[in-house]
């Protein structure tokens, strides 16, 4: 049973930081791509970030480039995401997924198991 528990959202100032955790179990972790996505309230869920495998290849929106950064410890099975100078319009709730390769994608359909979510939430 593949696992993904996202940890680490909160309430922050516009201009703060916060950094997102998701913990994987349940299969390799270091074999597959994995991404982060969000929603925000009456939004459709939108691509974020993802990794290749081993972390050398990394996308990201257009919205959150220069600012967020997504990394991956294979060791630990853990996939991060660290989000500087956020804004209020990334108040959202974040979900990590895995998909079914190693190659990184930004399309929903390659991801197969997906977390439960954690709320950020960026006040003016």
């Known amino acids: 049973q593949v696992q993904l528990v996202e940890s680490g959202g909160g309430l922050v100032q516009a201009g703060g930081s916060l950094r997102l955790s998701c913990a994987a179990s349940g299969r390799t972790f270091g074999r597959y791509a994995m991404g982060w996505f969000r929603q925000a309230p009456g939004k459709e869920r939108e691509f974020v970030a993802a990794?290749?495998?081993?972390?050398?290849?990394?996308y990201y929106s257009d919205s959150v480039k220069g600012r967020f950064t997504i990394s991956r410890d294979n060791a630990k099975n853990t996939l991060y995401l660290q989000m500087n100078s956020l804004k209020p319009e990334d108040t959202a709730v974040y979900y990590c997924?895995?998909?079914?390769?190693?190659?990184?994608?930004?399309?929903?359909?390659?991801?197969?198991?997906w977390g439960q979510g954690t709320q950020v939430t960026v006040s003016s």
């Open positions: 997924a895995s998909t079914t390769t190693g190659i990184a994608s930004h399309s929903e359909v390659e991801y197969d198991y």
């Open positions: 990794t290749n495998w081993n972390g050398r290849s990394v």
